[in-house]
T-cell receptor
């Protein structure tokens, strides 16, 4: 069966420091991968999605970037964090096979920028 | 552009009573529709999906949802609510048109089941 791992679960970082959040998927090949941010415990904002290695699409301009160095690895990064980057970050994957359009989410990372 | 509306910020229901969480959508073409549940400080858990076929879809934990094309709705239902069902529920839509399509989420509905 497929599983998705996201770490760390919580992170407190000072303003101006770098960020690296990692997400890996097991048990599937060539998944679609996503990074979402959830603010104030409610709405989900799609930040990045990837349909293959090295293929990253950004949904909104921001202080963050994403990379997909391997098929099942998706990394969210920042060179210098801002206070406004605080939030709950969720990684997700979906299958590219027909009949499997639903996304499956990791457990999330609570990022607090201080 | 596709969109999802969850008109209720919060739904309160007594334990044992039936519950409904509302969702309406707008999309070009035939929709893929989803419901997810989120517990505090956790990721979203997939509950059920509609792709095609029977308008009544059954999912995890006794939940079901009814697809209504004429009303563009996909309401989540459960015959008898449990206190443990208290959580945040998200409806989502994806266009069924081949290739990559963005999934759009609603703003979420907080379900409170009162003992």
């Amino acid at each position: 069966s497929q599983t998705i791992h996201q770490w760390p679960a919580t992170l407190v970082q000072p303003v101006g420091s770098p960020l690296s959040l990692e997400c890996t998927v097991e048990g599937t090949s060539n998944p679609n991968l996503y990074w979402y941010r959830q603010a104030a415990g409610r709405g989900l904002q799609l930040l990045f999605y990837s349909v293959g290695i090295g293929q990253i699409s950004s949904e909104v301009p921001q202080n963050l970037s994403a990379s997909r160095p391997q098929d099942r690895q998706f990394i969210l990064s920042s060179k210098k964090l801002l206070l406004s980057d605080s939030g709950f970050y969720l990684c997700a994957w979906s299958s590219t096979l027909p009949g499997g359009p639903e996304a499956f989410f990791g457990q999330g990372t609570r990022l607090t920028v201080v | 552009a596709q969109s999802v509306a969850q008109p209720e910020d919060q739904v309160n229901v007594a334990e044992g009573n039936p519950l409904t969480v509302k969702c309406t959508y707008s999309v070009s073409g035939n929709p893929y529709l989803f419901w997810y549940v989120q517990y505090p400080n956790r990721g979203l858990q997939f509950l059920l999906k509609y792709i095609t076929g029977d308008n009544l879809v059954k999912g995890s934990y006794g939940f079901e949802a009814e697809f209504n094309k004429s009303q563009t709705s996909f309401h989540l239902k459960k015959p008898s609510a449990l206190v443990s069902d208290s959580a945040l529920y998200f409806c989502a839509v994806r266009a069924n048109s081949g290739g990559y399509q963005k999934v759009t989420f609603g703003t979420g509905t907080k379900l409170q089941v009162i003992p």
